[in-house]
């Protein structure tokens, strides 16, 4: 039980594109929704808590206007990094909680975005 | 400011041999959750820990929350090649659903 995924687990795109990344939740219904990005050797910087239903709560430094998040459904939360640059290359992971016991978070596996 | 400190940042020990790795912070939490990450993966819940003094086991993998709620260690007995990783530790301070990740530790694990 609780699993999570993601898709697509890599992509490649040329700057200036928009590139969006699923997260879904395939056995469970989750509230709440994370998005972190991680670079190399480092640990997962939160980007964005996402809620059903409302807007994205960003952290501070996020810009939201450029990482786009839409919570759809219970089981479905979109990122979208809107004119993306080389910079924005990076491995962004989401999770989601059960919504049952300590708030335990479940990660997907990640995707690989490579902005040339 | 780092919220949760995490020694060691690396580690490197010959198979058979037992380590030790620390999660601390001046904070308390309401739990306290290790991960193990591989590389191009996202982590996977080892363990959350909730009452103060508490101990996990899982095989091999002791875990202990500090009596205030402020720090954790994860012991591992006679450490395999497959327990290498990145170990880190998330702490969920009360009110929120947000954790705090530690920086985490590279633990390589020679044959």
């Known amino acids: 039980g609780a699993v999570v995924s993601q898709h697509p687990s890599r992509v490649i795109c040329k700057s200036g594109t928009s590139v969006k990344i699923e997260c879904r939740s395939l056995d469970f219904q989750a509230t709440t929704m994370f998005w972190y990005r991680q670079f190399p050797k480092q640990s997962l910087m939160l980007m964005a808590t996402s809620n059903e239903g409302s807007k994205a709560t960003y952290e501070q430094g996020v810009e939201k206007d450029k990482f786009l998040i839409n919570h759809a459904s219970l089981t479905l939360s979109t990122l979208t990094v809107t004119s993306a640059h080389p910079e924005d290359s990076s491995f962004y992971i989401c999770?989601?909680?059960?919504?049952?016991?300590?708030?335990?978070?479940?990660f997907g596996p990640g995707t690989r975005l490579t902005v040339l | 400011t780092q919220l949760l400190e995490q020694s060691p940042q690396f580690l490197s020990i010959q198979e058979g041999e037992n380590l030790t790795v620390y999660c601390n912070s001046s904070?308390?939490?309401?739990?306290l959750q290790w991960y193990r990450q591989e590389p191009g993966e996202g982590p996977v819940l080892l363990v959350t820990?909730?009452?103060?003094?508490e101990v996990k086991k899982l095989k091999r993998l002791t875990f202990q929350f500090g009596d205030a709620r402020k720090d954790s260690s994860l012991h591992i007995t006679a450490a395999q090649p497959g327990d290498t990783g990145l170990y880190l530790c998330?702490?969920?301070?009360?009110?929120?659903?947000?954790?705090?990740f530690g920086k985490g530790t590279k633990l390589t694990v020679n044959p």
């Open positions: 999770s989601a909680t059960t919504g049952l016991s300590y708030n335990e978070q479940f």
């Open positions: 820990v909730v009452t103060g003094g």
């Open positions: 904070s308390v939490f309401s739990s």
């Open positions: 998330a702490g969920e301070k009360g009110g929120s659903e947000k954790l705090v």
